[in-house]
Nanobody, 119 residues
Framework: EVQLQASGGGLVQPGESLRLSCAAS????????MRWFRQAPGKGREWVAD????????RYIEAVKGRFTISRDNAKNTVYLQMNSLKPDDTAVYYC????????????WGQGTLVTVSS
């Protein structure tokens, strides 16, 4: 059974940091690109960041560049999203997903973890 278990969300104040984790099982993690998406209240889901299979290549949505860092540990089957200098606009449910290299869409999705940035 494929599982993507996201964790690490919570309530923080503007300017603080959080690190999200997503533990994968049930598929060959190291052969998939990994991605983070988010869905803010009342809005559609948007792509946030992705990382290739080796971890050498990363991409980010413009709104989080310089503040968020995606990384992965293939030995632990886990992808991370380090989020610094959080803003209220970052409030959303964050989802991790796995996409086979070259595919247009993610194949596997996690259940999401809520990040709330508020003073």
């Amino acid at each position: 059974e494929v599982q993507l278990q996201a964790s690490g969300g919570g309530l923080v104040q503007p300017g603080e940091s959080l690190r999200l984790s997503c533990a994968a099982s049930g598929f060959t993690f190291s052969t998939y690109d990994m991605r983070w998406f988010r869905q803010a209240p009342g809005k559609g889901r948007e792509w946030v960041a992705d990382i290739n299979t080796s971890g050498e290549s990363t991409r980010y949505i413009e709104a989080v560049k310089g503040r968020f860092t995606i990384s992965r540990d293939n030995a632990k089957n886990t992808v991370y999203l380090q989020m610094n200098s959080l803003k209220p606009d970052d409030t959303a449910v964050y989802y991790c997903s796995a996409r086979f290299p070259g595919a247009l869409k993610s194949l596997y999705w996690g259940q999401g973890t809520l990040v709330t940035v508020s003073s």
